[in-house]
């Protein structure tokens, strides 16, 4: 079994940014595709970012060039930097993790107000 754990997630003006990170624990696994979704009140959990094992990206549109996200295999650890963030990227992220199992971290809250 794999266990994700997110931190980073905060309260931040527009314009602003944050760094999110996801960690991946336990034994016996190998992880491919890891990524972030987010969910708002009242709305569906979307995508917002995957990466694959061998580091090609895919990206929602509505965070393409604010958003970067990065991993690094050795750590089992997945990030997202978000830049330029607006009161509608508030939401719930959600790190996930396919081994090839589609794993879920808790989520982070992240608020976007002035």
């Known amino acids: 079994q794999v266990q994700l754990v997110e931190s980073g997630g905060g309260l931040v003006q527009p314009g602003g940014s944050l760094r999110l990170s996801c960690a991946a624990s336990?034994?016996?696994?190998?992880?491919?595709?890891m990524g972030w979704y987010r969910q708002a009140p009242g709305y569906q959990r979307e995508l917002v970012a995957m990466?694959?094992?061998?580091?090609?990206?895919n990206y929602a549109d509505a965070v393409k060039g604010r958003f970067t996200i990065s991993r690094d295999n050795a750590k089992n650890t997945v990030y997202l930097q978000m830049n330029n963030l607006k009161p509608e990227d508030t939401a719930v992220y959600s790190c996930?993790?396919?081994?090839?199992?589609?794993?879920w971290g808790q989520g982070t809250q992240v608020t976007v107000s002035s």
């Open positions: 996930a993790a396919d081994t090839p199992f589609r794993n």
């Open positions: 336990g034994r016996g696994f190998t992880i491919y595709d």
């Open positions: 990466i694959e094992r061998g580091g090609r990206t």
